[in-house]
């Protein structure tokens, strides 16, 4: 089975920074890659599906870029809002693989 | 605007079993694949299985293979996921979560439910 990586497991940033996340495959997935949002208590959202496609009333700040086994989350000026964890996913051959998640807070 | 609306939560003794429906809003009940995902408390998201609403068609992952059913009802466009023997450590939220359009088994998870915790304990 694909394993799904994550680096760094949390972060601290302050308001405006640039926070990245990095989502490393075990084998070529090509670009089937997608990222989640989960604030505490609530069920995921889909931010970023197929590796850099930004989902519909998702704000542009997120992005998403990567093929292969090396995948990039991005939040261009990170906002108190969005403050959650943060999961990659991989699917393919009938198997869905979360990545373990990154906890961004605020510095 | 697609919901997808799950039953209560649940407390079950070890051995026992947990049926869990996922209700879907709109006329696309058969129109796309259905998983469902569960998270133990303070942990990650783990893929638990999909299920084609429409034809019934199921495959699960291995480490609940053999304790999992997902079924159907179209006239009620209802999932239900049930899973037998329960332990300890199938103590978790558990989603279900809207996946591709029928016939493409891939793609995102784009609308969840809002999630059914169930605790197993003695």
């Known amino acids: 089975d694909i394993q799904m990586t994550q680096s760094p497991s949390s972060l601290s940033a302050s308001v405006g920074d640039r926070v990245t996340i990095t989502c490393q495959a075990s084998?070529?997935?090509?670009?089937?890659l997608n990222w989640y949002q989960q604030k505490p208590g609530k069920a995921p959202k889909l931010l970023i599906y197929?590796?850099?496609n930004l989902e519909t009333g998702v704000p542009s700040r997120f992005s998403g870029s990567g093929s292969g086994t090396d995948f990039t989350f991005t939040i261009s000026s990170l906002q108190p809002e969005d403050i959650a964890t943060y999961y990659c996913?991989?699917?393919?051959?009938?198997?869905?693989?979360f990545g373990p998640g990154t906890k961004v807070d605020i510095k | 605007q697609v919901q997808l609306i799950q039953s209560g939560a649940e407390v079950k003794k070890p051995g026992a079993s947990v049926k869990v429906s996922c209700k879907a809003s709109?006329?696309?009940?058969?129109?796309?694949?259905i998983h469902w995902v569960r998270q133990a408390p303070g942990q990650g998201l783990e893929w638990m299985g999909i299920?084609?609403?429409?034809?019934?068609?199921?495959t699960y992952a291995q480490k609940v293979q053999g304790r999992i059913t997902m079924t159907s009802d179209t006239s009620t466009s209802t999932v239900y996921m049930e899973l037998s023997s329960l332990r300890s450590e199938d103590t978790a939220v558990y989603y279900c979560?809207?996946?591709?359009?029928?016939?493409?088994?891939?793609?995102?998870?784009?609308?969840w439910g809002q999630g059914t915790m169930v605790t197993v304990s003695s």
């Open positions: 996913q991989h699917y393919g051959n009938l198997r869905f693989t």
């Open positions: 299920i084609n609403p429409s034809g019934g068609s199921t």
């Open positions: 979560a809207r996946g591709g359009a029928v016939p493409h088994t891939g793609g995102a998870f784009d609308i």
């Open positions: 084998q070529d997935i090509s670009n089937y």
């Open positions: 197929d590796a850099s």
């Open positions: 709109g006329n696309t009940f058969t129109s796309y694949y």
